[in-house]
């Protein structure tokens, strides 16, 4: 088992995002295209060839990428299924929540899940960890409101917009400003 890992290393940065976004590409040039319905059919299919991609490349499938396929599979499912775009407009807010209840309600069982997702980028105290949990939680469950509200409030147009053009941004810009507290709770290498 550990010769098939060590035959296949984690991506590279550049590949995990072309996986991750390749994706959402495609559901935005399909939505401006041929609609949203059209846009979710290619946004699942795309999906779950970028899994297998990954799986390929790596041997091994990553709780997030599997957990967000799910999420699209079943809403962009209902959402053609039922002819009703809330449900796709919906599943970002899942995902979001799902995400930052399950980091902070990890905390209160000594679970810091967010290890897990950047254990080899950099290591950290433990109060690092916990204060970086805290920090990355409510940060998704930000997104989730901040999804609620324009999915809500403007066009169809608009919420795919600001799914693609704006969302990524966002993220860059967050977690470029933990820099300060991974810097201050980072282990050095002859510290562990």
Do not use: C
């Amino acid at each position: 088992m550990s010769d098939v890992i060590a035959a296949h290393p984690p991506l590279s940065p550049g590949k995990r995002l072309a996986l991750d976004l390749g994706p959402l590409l495609l559901f935005f040039a399909a939505f401006e295209m041929a609609g949203i319905y059209v846009a979710t059919g290619v946004f699942m299919v795309a999906i779950l060839i970028a899994l297998g991609v990954g799986y390929w490349l790596e041997r091994r499938l990553g709780v997030m990428p599997l957990f967000t396929a799910f999420l699209v599979l079943v809403f962009g499912g209902l959402t053609i299924y039922l002819k009703n775009d809330t449900f796709i407009k919906m599943k970002p807010t899942v995902l979001y929540a799902l995400f930052g209840f399950t980091l902070i309600g990890g905390l209160k069982f000594n679970r810091l899940f967010i290890k897990y997702i950047f254990t080899q980028a950099f290591d950290l105290t433990e109060e690092g960890w916990r204060k970086l949990t805290w920090r990355w939680g409510l940060f998704f469950l930000f997104l989730a409101v901040l999804n609620e509200i324009v999915w809500r409030s403007f066009s169809t147009e608009v919420w795919v917009n600001f799914k693609v053009w704006a969302v990524l941004p966002i993220f860059v810009v967050f977690a470029l400003a933990q820099t300060p507290l991974v810097q201050k709770y980072e282990l050095r290498r002859d510290e562990n």
